[in-house]
């Protein structure tokens, strides 16, 4: 059972008004790499894992990928704060703050979508326009495979939130960038030290080592 709770795990409060950042954000909210993509597989990974330890880790971090998909959708909403007539501003945000109707103009096109589609919120696409798909999702069955998948995820994650803090320009939104950021590097922890614990079960252990497991191929020269 899951419960909600009306307060952010992080304020968010960015500074501004800025539709770009907006679209770039798109990434992390329904991108290959983002919070809805690690909300549903850690949630699929958890229905078929045997192991109570690992299936309750999985469970818990899938309800924090919640609390972080709602931070960058709410934080999607505020730089998507438009004034577009030039009578009122976005929703929680001051007038002052609002976008004009030049910035709507002069965006891309995704951001025109947002506002034509989405009601000036996020859609369920990435950075580009191009839509989630369940694709994304990595789930075997396999302990091993999906935690070893788990640790990529994070790190993938935590790669991308460094990379918009550097070409997003707004102090309120950096720093719920960063926070998301170190959550990340958490998270890959907790997932390696899981990963570490269960190293020999699941396909690891049905399959065995043999002698041929351990030869490296000598496909490149020179090999010594």
Do not use: C, W
Not at 78 to 94: E, F, H, I, R, Y
Not at 156 to 180: K, T
Not at 182 to 197: K, N
């Amino acid at each position: 059972m899951f419960k909600h709770e009306d307060v952010m795990l992080f304020p968010v409060e960015v500074t501004g008004s800025d539709p770009r950042a907006a679209a770039m954000l798109q990434e992390q909210f329904g991108g290959a790499n983002g919070e809805l993509k690690a909300l549903l597989q850690y949630l699929v990974q958890s229905f078929g894992t045997v192991d109570p330890v690992t299936r309750q880790l999985l469970l818990n971090i899938a309800t924090e990928e919640a609390s972080h998909l709602e931070m960058v959708g709410t934080a999607i909403g505020q730089l998507m704060a438009m004034d577009v007539t030039g009578k009122s501003a976005g929703p929680n945000l001051k007038p002052a703050m609002s976008a004009t109707g030049d910035a709507l103009r002069d965006a891309p096109s995704l951001v025109q979508k947002m506002v034509n589609v989405g009601g000036v919120g996020p859609l369920v696409v990435d950075s580009t326009g191009a839509p989630f798909t369940g694709d994304f999702i990595n789930s075997t069955g396999d302990i091993v495979s999906d935690l070893a998948s788990d640790v990529a995820a994070e790190l993938r994650a935590g790669r991308v939130y460094a990379q918009l803090r550097r070409n997003i320009q707004d102090p309120g939104l950096n720093r719920v960038l960063e926070f998301l950021e170190e959550r990340e590097a958490t998270h890959s922890v907790l997932f390696s030290e899981a990963l570490e614990r269960v190293q020999d079960e699941g396909i690891v252990k049905e399959q065995g080592y043999t002698a041929v497991s351990h030869r490296p191929p000598a496909l490149s020269q020179p090999y010594d």
